[in-house]
């Protein structure tokens, strides 16, 4: 098990939040961005840097996962291609993008953005708050305790103790 994070525009706090779980749980994670950036000095935690074309990140990251493993991000196409591979997919504000709520998602944001393209609306998501950090660490809990229960022979470090996972 691993989680992957499309690291260019998740929040610093949500990276922290996700740094600690791995420490706690002994999770790989896999940051992926086309800039260089700090990162904890530790094996669980590694970067992969990409090329700054577009979708570079995205394209790394689905070319790369495997079954099992956890991504975070907040781009919605990305999002919508894991769903339809069966991962779990996470945005930062703690959101869960499933089979039944991706496509009406991506929709959606397409239609924001023809709107804005049109320069009928502008602006995008409120900044990160603290009820979105709270939402997300739940969310990052849940979804980590579902996977190693399907999973019980995923590689992390150590299994989990029951205490950990609370």
Known sequence: MKIWIDADACPKIIKE????TSFRLKISVTLVANSNMTVPLSSLISLV???????????YILNNFSNGDLVVTADIP???????????????????YTEDNVGDILANRN???????GGLIQGGPAPLNQNDKVKFA???????????????SCKTATQPTKEQLV
């Open 17 to 20: 939040l996700i740094f600690k």
């Open 49 to 59: 840097v990409v090329k700054k074309n577009p979708d570079e990140a995205d394209h």
């Open 78 to 96: 990305l999002a919508a291609a894991l769903v339809a591979k069966g991962v779990v997919v996470l945005n930062p504000r703690g959101n869960v």
């Open 111 to 117: 239609l924001l953005q023809e709107l804005r393209d």
């Open 138 to 152: 739940n969310a990052l809990d849940r979804e980590l305790t579902k996977l190693l229960r399907l999973n019980p």
